[in-house]
């Protein structure tokens, strides 16, 4: 069946079945939607956990000038 003979038989359905039909469809479309969005967030959250490692020298460095700057 192609789409265009569906929208024809669907146009003759009565009003409360094509509602029905409406309702159906959105519901289908917000699954989809919403579980594409969730497996799109969680790649694009991947690796955000991961830092940069850091010496205790280059914090200590980084700290000493802080302090530096905040007092003088």
Same mark, same amino acid.
């Given at each position: 069946m192609t %789409? $265009? #003979? *569906? #929208? &024809? $038989? !669907?146009? #003759? =359905?009565? /009003?409360?079945? @094509?509602?029905? =039909? !409406? #309702?159906?469809l959105l519901?289908? %479309? $917000? @699954?989809? +939607?919403?579980?594409? *969005?969730?497996?799109?967030? *969680?790649?694009? *959250?991947?690796?955000?956990? &991961?830092? +940069?490692? /850091?010496?205790?020298?280059?914090?200590?460095?980084?700290? /000493?000038?802080?302090?530096t700057e &905040?007092?003088?």
């Amino acid at each position: 069946m192609t %789409l $265009q #003979q *569906l #929208q &024809k $038989q !669907v146009l #003759q =359905l009565p /009003i409360s079945d @094509r509602w029905t =039909l !409406v #309702q159906t469809l959105l519901e289908s %479309l $917000q @699954r989809e +939607t919403s579980s594409e *969005l969730k497996k799109g967030n *969680l790649s694009r *959250l991947r690796g955000i956990a &991961k830092g +940069t490692e /850091i010496s205790s020298e280059d914090m200590e460095v980084d700290y /000493i000038n802080y302090l530096t700057e &905040k007092y003088q």
